[in-house]
C-alpha cells in the first residue's frame, strides 16, 4: 500500500465510517500521534476536502446596533427562517461553525456547561480531529438524567466529535452544605478537573431561568436552600449556575452553592459563548449584556429586536 492509498483508507474509516482513533488504531497498527498526522496530511494533500459552510443569513446591521450599545461582546445576529424550527436549526448550525474556529485558533481548553440549547449546537459540530484540545466540565451536573442534555454526557460527546480528552466533575451542581462542598474541592478527581477548568481559553454555555431550574425536580424541592434569602422577583435569568439581574448583578455572590469553579475564575476564560435560542428570554439577555457576562452571543432577529426594543423603552 502506498503513502497516498494509507491516507484515503485511513481517512475514509474516520470521516465515512467513523470509526475512532482507538478503532483504527488497532486496526492498522499504527499510533493516535500518526493517524492525526496522517488525517491532516490528507486534508493539506487534497484526499480529503472539509467545507465547512460560511454564515450567510447574518444580519450585520442588527449586530451593528447591538455592538454600539455594548462595547466588547461580539454579537451573532441569525436571519428568521420560515418557522421557529427552521431558525433553531439555523442558529445551531451557525452556533457550531462559530465554536469549531474559536476551538481551532490556538486554543488548548474548552470548558461546556449543558441544557438543550448546547446540545443542539454540540449535535451540529463537524467532526474532525483536534487532540490537541481538551474538553472539560466547570461546575457540576444539573441532575437533569431523564434528558439527553445532562452535563456529563455533553461533555463526552462533544469530545468525541473531535477524538478529543475530556475531563469530568462527577458531582452535583449545587451542594448546600458549605463544609461538605469545601471537602469535595479537596478530593483529587474534582480538583483536577477544576485546575485544568480555570485554565479555560473558551467556554460554551446556554442561558437558563428559575423556570428552567425548577424544571428538575430535586432543585424545585430545595430551591429556597440553593438561593437562601433570594428575592425571586429580581431574577433575570441563570448563568454558570448562578441567578442575576435585569443589570447583571449575580445575586447569590455572597451565598454561593454552586460546586465549581468561582465566579470571577469563569469570567476570566477570554471566550465565554452563549448561544440564544428561547424567544422567553429577553430580560435574561439583557442581564448578561449589562453585566458582561459573556464575550460572544448568538441568537435570532425577532430576539434582537426584542432587547433593542426593551432598550429604547
Known amino acids: 500500500m502506498t503513502h497516498e492509498e494509507l491516507l484515503s483508507v485511513l481517512s475514509e474509516d474516520y470521516y465515512l465510517n467513523k470509526l475512532s482513533f482507538g478503532d483504527i488504531s488497532k486496526k492498522y497498527n499504527i499510533s493516535r500521534y500518526l493517524i492525526n498526522k496522517y ?59 462559530i465554536a ?30 483536534l487532540e490537541s484540545v481538551k474538553f472539560t466540565q466547570f461546575m457540576g451536573e444539573n441532575m437533569k438524567y431523564n434528558s439527553t442534555a445532562g452535563s456529563m454526557r455533553m461533555v463526552e460527546k462533544i469530545a468525541a466529535k473531535f477524538s478529543s480528552e475530556f ?43 428559575i423556570r428552567s431550574l425548577q424544571s428538575i425536580p430535586i432543585w424545585k424541592e430545595n430551591l429556597s436552600k440553593i438561593f437562601p434569602y433570594l428575592d425571586m422577583s429580581r431574577v433575570a435569568g441563570l448563568i454558570y449556575g448562578r441567578p442575576f439581574d435585569i443589570n447583571g448583578n449575580i445575586l447569590n455572590i455572597n451565598n454561593d452553592k454552586v460546586l465549581g469553579i468561582s465566579l470571577e475564575e469563569v469570567l476570566a476564560t477570554p471566550r465565554r459563548f452563549c448561544l440564544v435560542r428561547s424567544k422567553s428570554k429577553t430580560q435574561a439577555i439583557l442581564g448578561v ?21 426593551e432598550l429604547n423603552l
Not at 44 to 71: C, H, W, Y
Not at 103 to 119: L, P, Q, R
Not at 189 to 208: N, Q, R, Y
Not at 289 to 309: C, F, N, P, Q, W
Open 100 to 129: 469549531e474556529k474559536m476551538f481551532k485558533n490556538n486554543c488548548k481548553i474548552v470548558g461546556t456547561s449543558w441544557g438543550e440549547a448546547i446540545y443542539s449546537l454540540v449535535d451540529s459540530l463537524h467532526g474532525f480531529p
Open 167 to 209: 475531563l469530568t466533575l462527577p458531582a452535583p451542581l449545587y451542594i448546600v452544605n458549605n463544609q461538605i462542598r469545601q471537602g469535595l474541592y479537596a478530593e483529587p478527581s474534582i480538583a483536577h478537573t477544576l485546575a485544568v477548568a480555570k485554565k479555560m481559553d473558551v467556554l460554551l454555555t446556554g442561558l437558563g431561568t
Open 39 to 97: 488525517l491532516n496530511d490528507a486534508v493539506k494533500n487534497g484526499i480529503v476536502k472539509i467545507e465547512i459552510s460560511t454564515i450567510t443569513k447574518r444580519n450585520p446591521q442588527l449586530e451593528t446596533m447591538l455592538a454600539d450599545k455594548f462595547k466588547d461582546i461580539h454579537f451573532y445576529i441569525i436571519r428568521d427562517g420560515e418557522n421557529d424550527i427552521t431558525t433553531s436549526k439555523e442558529l445551531s448550525q451557525s452556533a457550531a461553525t
Open 289 to 309: 449584556l449589562r453585566g458582561k457576562l459573556i464575550t460572544d452571543i448568538i441568537l435570532s432577529e425577532t430576539l434582537a429586536y426584542r432587547v433593542l426594543a
